[in-house]
């Protein structure tokens, strides 16, 4: 690999923060798109397969989007570029997507070249959505995900937890009474805390300690790994709201091939940081485009995930309003075959 190329792949960790409205947005998803249609093996491959010739993408919306069951199975990376740092799904379908539990599947591998392009994404995501971390107690009941190496979220959690500067900030297994007396505490302070959790555990937590909360946002995001039976949204969000006397649930999408995060502050309604862009493709043609309002798949443009693949596939069904914001309402599971199947073929 030539030392310019390395140096122009570096030097896109700065750039999506600068990203200052849509023609921005666009032409850097087209420039990474060709970038990657270049020097992006596996997404050369998949473009290649798919018949696109990339010097006639010239519209973001006709940018081909990689399956995302192909991080399960190859090394997404830009060529010449080695991993400081790998991300390692749960081998558990869904499990940071919003609707956790399913069928145990392989595990996904994002590989990183630049942690601190991740640091600076989360970092700015999680102020644009809820301000200075210093301004917070973050306490993440994040049983599941602390249970195993690789976790993106966990990874997240103690990054921000850090930057709290609080000492009562920190990350929490199974330990309910004591995140129970802590919320106390902070109620009893009147400190701003963020109690950041797996699905499952949040809805432990309310049954053994429900408790009115005036200071504490709770967040979900998603996780049941089958320790009690799926539930939707609005009946989860129910069930915490009355448990602890809120007017709405916060929720974080992200996931593991991905390196920034969309937050919910209710009503499970999404909104994405300026470098991160949801459009929606026709459940029986994911060429296609939906009308705004209309169900469809879920792709996802993350400009900060510049080095593995800009533009992912998701399993997930969205509905996609004009503001830009978007809901997750379920899941397909065929929405990355025809992708995988090129890939075969190719």
Known sequence: MEAPLIQQFAALQQRPFAVDGPGA??????????????????????????????????????????????FRSHRVLLEGLEPALTFTSSGTTLLRQGFGGGAPAATSSHHLPWPALYERSFREGFRLAYGDPKEWRIIALLPGYLERPGSSLVYMAEHLISATGDPHSGTYLYRYDEVADLLCRSEEEGKRTLLLGVTFALL?????????????????????????????REELHRILQDAFHLPSIHSEYGMTELLSQAYSTGGGRYTCPPWMRVLLREPNDPFARPATGRTGGIDVIDLCNSASCPFIRTQDLGRLHADGSFEVLGRFDNSDLRGCNLMVEA
């Open 25 to 70: 947005f666009n032409a850097l998803a087209l420039e990474l798109f060709q970038l990657h249609a270049r020097h992006n093996p596996i997404y050369r491959d998949y473009v290649h397969a798919l018949g696109v010739v990339p010097e006639q993408v010239v519209r973001m919306e006709d940018i081909p989007f990689l399956p995302i069951g192909l």
């Open 204 to 232: 432990d937590l309310a049954a053994q300690h429900p408790k009115p909360l005036r200071h504490t946002t709770v967040m979900e995001t998603g996780g049941m790994k089958g320790r009690r039976p799926e539930l939707v």
